[in-house]
């Protein structure tokens, strides 16, 4: 009887979640597409080109509305039980809100699933795919390389480039700085161009100075071929203000094997919100459990339902400046993705507990 029971308040559960999900992100996509119609058609893109738009943005959107979805969409789900007396034959049957949440933690744990797969696997390569569109289908006065110099960390030592054309494909005025294990710096080399082909960067017009004890060494090329890892896909995502990274990538942001303009406090931020998010889940799960008990003799049901709203936006809020902090290195990234996490976590756990024993 039990298994049954399980299944049934799964289903209750997952069926109204999933649907205030769809209905979420349509409405963010919605929204989206108001603003972006009008340069893709001046673009000449047409209806396919807001399609393609629609799908380059799907993940983003999906992992934006899932956190309210599951706030919302549990309140709902609970408050059904409530207003038609289904939680008092439950409870009459001598199960504990505790065993309840216990039950429905399956449908939780799937859709923090799906959020990690989003953010780790969908949004990264959606974005770079993103960006690429949308430089290569501009207008082409409105395509210019861009301009002003930019510091990058590589594998390969600090790297100045004056400009980067629309695809990222084409540098110019290349400047990498080698240093040693002491941070002290050995050589300097630049080239006038360079090019992305077949998986590297053809330089042309090389000219390289080192230093070997207190001797400088200068020397210079026509061409030369650079193996590193940076790409244009790193390049793409460099000029974006926050870009969204897989956690490999991250991790060689981090280890400084790949490029990143960024402060290292943004990257492990990012790291962590790879599950600091999915965790997040659980906490909007527990917070919207007490709902079930909102349907009482004294009418207080209103109060219940306000302040589960009013503790989930906060947790998004707190989360979000928290995060703020931890990215611009103001706190540890540590501390900001752990606190509210713990805090409000601790707050659904109490308030269920308070509820069980009503």
Same mark, same amino acid.
């Given at each position: 009887? +039990?298994?049954?029971?399980?299944? /049934?308040?799964?289903?209750?559960?997952?069926?109204?979640?999933?649907?205030?999900?769809?209905?979420?992100? &349509?409405?963010?996509? @919605?929204?989206?597409?108001?603003?972006?119609?009008? #340069?893709?058609?001046?673009? *000449?893109?047409?209806?396919?080109?807001?399609?393609? /738009?629609?799908?380059?943005?799907?993940?983003?959107?999906?992992?934006?509305?899932? !956190?309210? &979805?599951?706030?919302?969409?549990?309140?709902?789900?609970? /408050?059904?039980?409530?207003?038609?007396?289904?939680?008092?034959?439950?409870?009459?049957?001598?199960?504990?809100?505790?065993?309840?949440?216990?039950?429905?933690?399956?449908?939780?744990?799937?859709?923090?699933?799906?959020?990690?797969?989003?953010?780790?696997?969908?949004?990264?390569?959606?974005? $770079?795919?993103?960006?690429?569109?949308?430089?290569?289908?501009?207008?082409?006065?409105?395509?210019?390389?861009?301009?002003?110099?930019?510091?990058?960390? $590589?594998?390969?030592?600090?790297?100045?480039?004056?400009? @980067?054309?629309?695809?990222?494909?084409?540098?110019?005025?290349?400047?990498? /700085? @080698?240093?040693?294990?002491?941070?002290?710096? +050995?050589?300097?080399?630049?080239?006038?161009?360079?090019?992305?082909?077949?998986?590297?960067?053809?330089?042309? #017009?090389?000219?390289?100075?080192?230093?070997?004890?207190?001797?400088?060494?200068?020397?210079?090329?026509?061409?030369?071929?650079?193996?590193?890892?940076?790409?244009?896909? #790193?390049?793409?995502?460099?000029?974006? !203000?926050?870009?969204?990274?897989?956690? $490999?990538?991250?991790?060689?942001?981090? &280890?400084?094997?790949?490029?990143?303009?960024?402060?290292?406090?943004?990257?492990?931020?990012?790291?962590?919100?790879?599950?600091?998010?999915?965790?997040?889940?659980?906490?909007?799960?527990?917070?919207?459990?007490?709902?079930?008990?909102?349907?009482?003799?004294? *009418?207080?049901?209103?109060?219940?339902?306000?302040? $589960?709203?009013?503790?989930?936006?906060?947790?998004?809020?707190?989360?979000?400046?928290?995060?703020?902090?931890?990215?611009? *290195?103001?706190?540890?990234?540590?501390?900001?993705?752990?606190?509210?996490?713990? &805090?409000?976590?601790?707050?659904?756990?109490?308030?269920?507990?308070?509820?069980?024993?009503?």
């Amino acid at each position: 009887m +039990t298994g049954t029971l399980a299944r /049934y308040l799964l289903a209750r559960l997952g069926g109204t979640t999933l649907g205030v999900w769809v209905v979420l992100t &349509a409405l963010l996509q @919605v929204l989206d597409l108001l603003d972006a119609t009008t #340069d893709i058609v001046q673009r *000449g893109l047409g209806w396919r080109g807001v399609l393609h /738009y629609a799908g380059l943005t799907l993940p983003a959107e999906l992992v934006l509305a899932l !956190p309210l &979805a599951v706030l919302v969409g549990s309140l709902l789900a609970f /408050y059904a039980l409530a207003k038609n007396r289904e939680i008092v034959a439950i409870r009459a049957a001598g199960i504990s809100l505790r065993r309840v949440a216990v039950w429905l933690l399956p449908l939780p744990l799937l859709l923090a699933c799906a959020q990690f797969v989003l953010l780790d696997r969908a949004m990264p390569p959606a974005e $770079t795919a993103m960006l690429a569109w949308w430089d290569a289908t501009a207008p082409q006065p409105e395509t210019p390389a861009r301009q002003g110099k930019r510091w990058i960390r $590589t594998d390969a030592g600090l790297v100045s480039i004056g400009t @980067v054309s629309a695809d990222a494909r084409t540098l110019t005025d290349l400047r990498v /700085y @080698v240093r040693d294990t002491d941070g002290l710096m +050995t050589a300097r080399w630049s080239a006038r161009i360079a090019q992305w082909n077949a998986g590297a960067w053809r330089l042309q #017009d090389v000219r390289t100075f080192s230093l070997s004890g207190d001797r400088l060494e200068r020397s210079a090329r026509a061409q030369q071929m650079w193996q590193t890892r940076l790409t244009p896909q #790193d390049l793409l995502h460099i000029e974006t !203000p926050q870009p969204h990274l897989s956690g $490999t990538a991250l991790l060689g942001v981090i &280890a400084g094997q790949r490029a990143g303009s960024l402060p290292v406090s943004y990257y492990r931020m990012a790291l962590l919100k790879l599950f600091s998010q999915p965790a997040g889940l659980f906490v909007m799960f527990l917070l919207a459990v007490p709902a079930c008990r909102a349907i009482r003799r004294g *009418g207080e049901g209103g109060g219940v339902l306000v302040a $589960t709203l009013a503790l989930g936006l906060g947790f998004v809020l707190c989360s979000g400046l928290l995060a703020a902090m931890g990215s611009a *290195g103001r706190i540890a990234p540590e501390l900001a993705a752990g606190v509210p996490l713990l &805090a409000f976590l601790a707050v659904g756990i109490a308030r269920m507990a308070h509820a069980d024993r009503l």
